[in-house]
């Protein structure tokens, strides 16, 4: 499986996102699934979230992650038995991979029009004051993502997108950001790490 983007981030926080141009058996060689993995394997519907899934555990293996380790909490999120933190994001052809040493989110989208349509969902007050917020693809998806991410870091349900996440300010083509959880008036201050490629984009969020 060709292997598009391997990065540490300073604090020791690993990702790394894979292509996915594989069939399923060529997905599954060299894996070791147990009961529990094949279970879930097989609830997913579609090839391609099969496929997702698959190279999620291939990704796994190449950070030298062993099944054992890499458990499902009650709410479906993954975590690790040995004290890591770890995030995944999958979609369409990409997947992806964030493991630390804190706490840590990782989400990817592919640049889509339709996301203009669903901003106002999404975006806190402060960030629809921007004036190219509504319109640039490019700048909601990435805000999508990073509200994403913080989402996956948190980990908290009952979070709303466009009232408890914000995320400050940033120019295109920016690397860095933060972004902010609004918590029962208090404000968590995290650090966001953006990527931006071809056609997706992708937000790597830490604890500041």
């Keep these: 499986m060709p292997k598009c983007h391997r990065e540490t981030i300073a604090g020791g926080t690993e990702m790394v996102i894979w292509k996915i141009t594989e069939t399923e058996s060529e997905l599954q060689q060299g894996l070791s699934l147990s009961e529990k993995a094949l279970v879930r394997l097989s609830q997913r519907k579609s090839s391609v979230h099969r496929k997702g899934y ?3 555990r291939q990704l796994l293996k190449s950070l030298e992650i062993s099944p054992e380790i890499h458990q499902y909490d009650g709410i479906g999120a993954p975590y690790l038995t040995d004290g890591r933190f770890i995030s995944i994001s999958h979609t369409k052809d990409i997947a992806a991979v964030a493991i630390s040493s804190t706490k840590v989110g990782i989400d ?3 640049y889509q029009d339709k996301i203009k349509k669903i901003g106002v969902r999404f975006l ?3 960030e629809r004051e921007t004036s190219h917020s509504m319109e640039e693809v490019a700048y ?3 805000i999508w993502t990073a509200k994403e991410a913080l989402y996956k870091l948190m980990k908290t349900p009952g979070i709303i997108f466009n ?3 914000q995320i400050q300010s940033f120019e295109n083509r920016s690397l860095q950001g933060i972004g902010i959880v609004i918590d029962q008036g208090k404000k968590i201050m995290h650090q966001l790490h953006f990527r931006q490629f071809e056609n997706y984009c992708l937000t790597l969020a830490t604890t500041k």
């Design 163 to 165: 009232e408890n996440l």
């Design 140 to 142: 909601l998806t990435q």
């Design 124 to 126: 806190h007050a402060s």
């Design 54 to 56: 698959l190279a999620i």
């Design 108 to 110: 990817l989208e592919y």
